[in-house]
């Protein structure tokens, strides 16, 4: 098995793009989800389970800002005094563009007030799940997330890396004829080309890799939430139908989490290999 794609997503829940190599220090890759949107009106950092329009903004880095392209084709730099104030009209909504704090202020981190006062229905929120579907395992998430918006430190909604592979996106097209099932809506660092049938990646869970110089521990399977049925642009609408089927028929689960174990530099094309 090869990598196929590596992802990078400059700022939290906006589309990345795909680049021809990574470099991975012990939380994640570098550079990745380096930015984040702060809620300035109800607190916290928040991701597109809350603002669901930022899956509609596009970000790269470039000489060490970030550029955000908008929906209607305007453009934003973080380097621009004005770019909170561009945010917010975009957005509709009072934000700010923030970076990882060079001192890990856990103020920074520590999760806004929910949009609901009852426990379970914020949950089905998050996660978009109907009244009659389960909620996720939640053994899947490092326990700090209950207090974090993310691990401090990271911008990452859990774990570093999100591993997919290229059978499972084959898989859910199959399954979801008349759905756009595209890489965008589910986030991967990392897609491995696999000729393996259905989500070979949801055995990997306990096992270590080699990939490029770098080593890896996969977890748990990812339990997906809201977000991968968010419009991204016209030809990748809104779709609850991806949902219901990843809940339904694949236990809740799209992907594995991994972290990493050995830093090291992942490019395209590389093998990976199990270690025994």
């Known amino acids: 098995m090869k990598v196929a ?3 990078t997503y400059p700022v939290k829940s906006m589309v990345g793009s795909t680049v021809a190599s990574i470099d991975l220090s012990s939380l994640g890759i570098v550079g990745d989800r380096h930015w984040a949107i702060r809620d300035l009106d109800n607190g916290g950092i928040r991701g597109a389970k809350k603002i669901g ?3 509609q903004f596009t970000a790269s ?7 955000i392209t908008c929906p209607n084709g305007d453009v934003i730099s973080s380097s621009h005094s004005d770019v909170n104030e561009k945010l917010s009209h975009a957005l509709g909504r009072n934000v700010a563009l923030e970076s990882l704090p060079a001192d890990n202020n856990l103020e920074h981190f520590r999760r806004g007030p929910g949009t609901s006062s009852d426990p379970m229905t914020e949950l089905r929120n998050i996660f978009g799940r109907e009244e009659h579907e389960p909620l996720p395992n939640f053994a899947a998430f490092p326990p ?3 207090e974090f918006e993310s691990p401090p430190g990271t911008h990452h909604d859990c774990w570093p890396l999100m591993v997919m592979t290229t059978s499972a996106m084959t898989a859910m097209q199959q399954a979801l004829p008349d759905s756009n099932i595209d890489i965008k809506r589910f986030r991967p660092s990392i897609v491995i080309n696999s000729t393996e049938p259905g989500h070979p990646e949801f055995t990997w869970t306990g096992k270590t890799a080699q990939i490029g110089t770098a080593t890896v521990e996969f977890l ?3 339990p997906r939430c809201v977000m991968i049925t968010r419009r991204i642009n016209d030809d990748i609408p809104e779709d609850r139908a991806i949902l219901r089927h990843v809940v339904r028929d694949l236990d809740q689960n799209v992907g594995v989490y991994a972290r990493v174990i050995t830093p090291g530099t992942i490019s395209l094309n590389d093998t990976l290999s199990f270690n025994s």
């Open 5 to 7: 794609q590596l992802w």
């Open 144 to 146: 700090e997330v209950a």
């Open 53 to 55: 329009e930022l899956m």
């Open 61 to 67: 880095q470039q000489d060490g800002h970030v550029i």
């Open 220 to 222: 748990d399977p990812c």
